[in-house]
């Protein structure tokens, strides 16, 4: 079965420290996105993609950057992690929307805490 | 204003309720609108899309007023196992972009 993987599934660090997070999916879907998930804000937009060699900002880019070098994966790089990154990070995926599906499939998340 | 905006409950029903969730969006061009369940610390699960007719999926059903720009999803016969947050989504615009926007959820707690 065609599933999306994100590993580690938790993470510890400190100030300071380049942190990345790996999302891999097998749908062969297009499109990738990468969330935060705080109380009191909801899934927040970070980056996403449509596809290899593309990526574009959301919501709450800052302090975050992805690349997409095949179509399996998107993974999510804090440069310099900071204590307000402490999330709860999802990958997602959908088709792309020219197929009219919108919906978008979640790995199971990673439990970030910046020290 | 949130461009999605759900009553953050919590509901808490006895197993066998019926409870109704609502959910209103601020740009009329979204054209698909999905309902998500998410489970304690788990990730979103698509529960069922909604269609301009409204539909039913079992116990469950979806309803959408596009001229009112409201959703609203229906659970009959409540199950301990529905307890969970119901998460409204919007296609941003169109949908051509792929991008949603997330409500911030209600949350359901069924009890014995």
């Known amino acids: 079965d065609a599933e999306i993987t994100q590993s580690p599934r938790h993470k510890i660090t400190e100030t300071g420290r380049q942190v990345t997070l790996a999302c891999h999916q097998t749908?062969?879907?297009?499109?990738m996105f990468w969330y935060r998930q705080d109380l009191g804000h909801g899934l927040r937009l970070i980056h996403y993609?449509?596809?290899?060699?593309?990526?574009n900002k959301g919501e709450v880019s800052d302090g975050y950057s992805v690349s997409r070098s095949n179509t399996e994966d998107l993974p999510l790089t804090l440069e310099s992690a900071a204590s307000s990154q402490t999330s709860v990070y999802f990958c997602?995926?959908?088709?792309?929307?020219?197929?009219?599906?919108?919906?978008?499939?979640f790995g199971p998340g990673t439990r970030l805490t910046v020290l | 204003r949130k461009e999605v905006e759900q009553d953050p409950g919590p509901f808490n029903v006895p197993e066998g309720a019926t409870v109704a969730f609502n959910c209103t969006y601020s740009?009329?061009?979204?054209?698909?609108f999905f309902w998500y369940r998410q489970d304690c610390r788990k990730e979103p699960k698509l529960l069922m899309s909604?269609?301009?007719s409204g539909n039913e999926d079992g116990r469950f059903t979806a309803q959408l007023n596009r001229a009112s720009q409201y959703i609203s999803l229906l659970i009959r016969d409540s199950k301990l196992s529905d307890s969970a947050t119901y998460l409204c989504?919007?296609?941003?615009?169109?949908?051509?972009?792929?991008?949603?926007?997330f409500g911030q959820g209600t949350t359901l707690q069924v009890k014995p």
């Open positions: 997602a995926s959908s088709e792309s929307p020219s197929s009219g599906r919108y919906e978008q499939f």
């Open positions: 749908w062969n879907h297009n499109n």
């Open positions: 993609s449509y596809g290899v060699q593309d990526t």
């Open positions: 740009n009329s061009a979204s054209q698909s």
């Open positions: 909604v269609y301009s």
């Open positions: 989504v919007v296609t941003r615009g169109s949908g051509n972009t792929g991008k949603l926007i």
